[in-house]
């Protein structure tokens, strides 16, 4: 089990944008998938984006084109730069790779 520790949330207007930071204290490159989940209030986790072996991505539709994840295999860490983000994407984000979970960190969009 590698730790999992998540920065980068924060308070946005609508159509602002963060980045958020997965950061891991030894190799999680090796083949397991690395995702980004979150969980608003009253809601079910979801999985929001995912990348397998650096290359293969996956988006959940509603983030398409508008969130990319991607990864520092020298900083052992995974990002999910956010734009154009909407009231709707407001939840606690987490890091997720295999049954390790980070802290989460909490996204808020509203005017």
């Known amino acids: 089990q590698v730790p999992l520790v998540e920065s980068g949330g924060g308070l946005v207007q609508p159509g602002g944008s963060l980045r958020l930071s997965c950061a891991a204290s030894g190799n999680i490159f090796d083949g397991v998938p690395v995702s980004w989940y979150r969980q608003a209030p009253g809601k079910q986790r979801e999985l929001v984006a995912q990348v397998n072996f650096g290359v293969r991505t996956y988006y959940k539709d509603s983030v398409k084109g508008r969130f990319t994840i991607s990864r520092d295999a020298a900083k052992n860490t995974v990002y999910l730069q956010m734009n154009n983000l909407k009231p709707e994407d407001t939840a606690v984000y987490y890091c997720?790779?295999?049954?390790?979970w980070g802290q989460g960190t909490q996204v808020t969009v509203s005017s």
């Open positions: 997720n790779r295999a049954s390790q």
